[in-house]
């Protein structure tokens, strides 16, 4: 008969390993979202993406957790200043269990990032979509808004209303 003393012990070890791997939680998203240094919000300037952090490539959505999708573009004014709401969003929401994906338009990552572009983008920067639980699509917008305005429906979807 076998030691079944150190099965336990493995599952935990595997938990474990699986929470601090990211492959729990709200690990699994972009995170560390800040605006990349000397963009401009005056002139459209910039060649690059406005927004950096950790994970970017983690464009699927969450299958047990809202998801907030930012679809931008390197080198526009106006995704510039949204960016700049974005970043604040993520601060405030960070630890509530939404996921946020960020996504560069004319540099998708991957293919996952393709088809996400395929489903929700409306063909006008910047893009905001929030994805319900069960990744319904629960908002877009289309252009700049206001944080507060973004803020209210996130906390629709957050609440379990729609």
Request: hydrophobic residues 40%.
């Amino acid at each position: 008969m076998k030691d079944m003393t150190a099965v336990p012990k493995y599952f935990c070890f595997l938990a474990a390993a699986l929470l601090l791997s990211g492959a729990y939680g709200a690990v699994w998203a972009a995170e560390d979202l800040r605006l990349r240094d000397g963009i401009s919000f005056y002139q459209d300037l910039d060649t690059g993406f406005p927004i950096i952090g950790q994970k970017m490539d983690d464009v699927l959505p969450a299958a047990d957790r809202p998801t907030f999708i930012f679809f931008g573009a390197a080198g526009d004014l106006n995704t510039n200043r949204q960016a700049r709401r974005v970043v604040e969003l993520y601060r405030k929401y960070r630890d509530s269990g939404l996921k946020f994906i960020i996504l560069d338009v004319d540099q998708p990552p991957g293919d996952e990032a393709k088809q996400l572009i395929r489903e929700h983008y409306r063909g006008y920067i910047p893009c905001e979509v929030i994805l319900d639980r069960s990744g319904q699509k629960k908002w877009s917008h289309t252009g700049e808004i206001e944080g507060r305005l973004i803020q209210t429906q996130l906390d629709k979807v957050l609440a379990g209303s729609s």
